[in-house]
């Protein structure tokens, strides 16, 4: 029962359901579907806004009059973030990693940044590889030295009470499927963070849903990647008294489309956007969900994934970064 944890409704949910007809069409392989988590709602959706949900609640419950978080510069997280608090009327301090060394002023300024700035939170820039939980950390005790009561956000809202948002998603998927009839083959999506694959696979686990999970990873290798979700998801299952009910098995992260790193565009990832944006009028994003459909399409290619399936794509969001990115898309 989620409903024992405290939980404030920042977002718009349940998010649409739908099949993508022409997409699957053009690729020739099975049924594709997609979960609307773009459609979330607050300042251009995204997935951070099931975690927040949980972990704002946490912060009000604790008396905190300011939340701190961290992330890459077009942070999907960071933006949600400022977001939720300026709904909330709480104060909101971003660490925002240069991880892509880009100098492009629409990089630097446009998109989530811009986005950041219009509700009203601060942010301070740190050099890309730094610790940054670190850095959250120290800047946390400064401000709370200062008197500020301080709730800090881990990177991308990734722990057992963010987890708890997509533990959410699962159960609200699972009625949506169950109101279609039809049978799901594979549900897939981009990963980072860890705490939407975590929470989905101990939602998933926990009501016996039968639907395996694939997450394509944005940074990490594999193993790591893998061993990540997997510790979230032992300690998410914890908090909702499911301890066990996920296996290491279940966990399996794809790590092929990455590329030359967190943040820089895959010339697949490219094609991803373009497919989603002229065949269905979708907005992918070129650091996250593009990379994740770029995932599914090629295993589709490949016949890892074929006609008769049924394929569920949750789209995580993101599209305010394509504005830090144009760049990458020439008019024709
Ligand atoms: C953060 C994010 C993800 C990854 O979710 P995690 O919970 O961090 O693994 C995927 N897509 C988008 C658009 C995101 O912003």
Not at 146 to 156: C, E, F, L, N, Q
Not at 160 to 187: K, R, S, W
Not at 210 to 225: E, I, S, T, Y
Not at 241 to 261: E, H, K, L, P, Q
Request: glycine share 12%.
């Amino acid at each position: 029962m989620l409903s024992r944890f405290p939980r404030l409704r920042l977002g718009h949910l349940p998010t649409p359901f739908e099949p993508l007809p022409r997409l699957s069409a053009a690729l020739g392989g099975p049924e594709i579907w997609v979960k609307r988590d773009d459609c979330t709602g607050l300042s251009t959706g995204g997935n951070k806004t099931r975690k927040l949900e949980f972990l704002m609640a946490e912060a009000v419950a604790q008396g905190a009059d300011t939340v701190m978080t961290q992330g890459a510069t077009q942070s999907n997280h960071a933006r949600q973030t400022a977001a939720a608090a300026a709904k909330l009327g709480l104060a909101c301090h971003l660490l925002l990693e240069d991880r892509t060394g880009s100098t492009d002023p629409n990089y630097t300024g446009n998109g989530n940044v811009l986005l950041d700035h219009l509700h009203g939170a601060t942010t301070e820039a740190r050099p890309g590889g730094v610790d940054m939980n670190a850095e959250l950390e120290a800047a946390a005790d400064k401000a709370r030295a200062d008197g500020r009561k301080v709730y800090a956000i881990p990177g991308g809202g990734s722990n057992p009470t963010g987890a708890l948002g997509y533990v959410n998603c699962a159960f609200e998927m699972m009625v949506q499927i169950n109101e279609t009839g039809l049978v799901f083959d594979h549900l897939v999506h981009a990963t980072g963070s860890a705490g939407t694959q975590a929470g989905l696979i101990t939602g998933l686990k926990a009501c016996n849903a039968g639907l395996p999970l694939l997450g394509f990873g944005v940074r990490a290798p594999k193993q790591v990647q893998e061993e990540n979700v997997f510790k979230l998801a032992c300690a998410t299952a914890e908090k909702i008294g499911c301890s066990g009910v996920v296996t290491r098995s279940d966990v399996i992260a794809n790590t092929d489309y990455v590329g030359a790193g967190y943040g820089i565009p895959t010339e697949s990832g490219l094609e991803a956007i373009r497919l989603f944006a002229e065949l269905e009028g979708l907005l992918l994003d070129p650091v996250y969900s593009a990379k994740g459909a770029a995932g599914l399409i090629d295993l589709i290619r490949k016949d890892r994934f074929s006609k008769g399936q049924r394929i569920i794509f949750l789209h995580t969001g993101g599209s305010a970064a394509l504005f830090g990115y144009d760049k990458a898309f020439p008019a024709k």
